[in-house]
């Protein structure tokens, strides 16, 4: 009997001291890319949208950047996005927020503070 628990426990020093493994359930950095964009495009403006009624600011904010997403295995998949936002020139009453796209009103509007549109 002691000789299993022993192995048992080696064998689990073992998956948990290996470089690359990652831990199972441990949250997992997805690539930035196109293929991203696509799969949450429809989450990212739904964020857009409650951050411009619920932030209380008159300037509309738009996404000019996606930090970083990860996704964690637990009962489904659990997704993290980070992202920045920054204000327009336009007002949030100007905010003709169609949930289609992400950022619907980027064209029309100027970023105040110097950065690129995303």
């Known amino acids: ?3 299993v628990c022993h192995l048992f426990v080696v064998s689990s020093l073992i998956l948990l001291t290996s470089g690359n493994v990652g831990m199972l359930g441990a949250p997992r950095i997805l690539q930035l890319n196109n293929a991203t964009l696509e799969k949450f495009g ?3 403006a739904k964020v857009a949208h409650k951050f411009n009624s619920e932030y209380g600011n008159s300037s509309l904010h738009v996404i000019t950047k996606l930090v970083n997403v990860t996704s964690q ?3 489904g998949i659990f997704y993290t996005l980070f992202v920045k936002f920054s204000p327009t020139s336009c007002t949030t009453a100007n905010n003709i927020h169609v ?3 992400s950022f619907p009103s980027r064209d029309s509007c100027d970023l105040t503070d110097g ?3 995303y």
Request: charged share 25%; glycine share 6%.
């Open 42 to 44: 429809h989450e990212l």
């Open 1 to 3: 009997m002691g000789l």
């Open 73 to 75: 295995v637990v009962q």
């Open 99 to 101: 949930l289609d796209t």
């Open 115 to 117: 950065e690129v549109k």
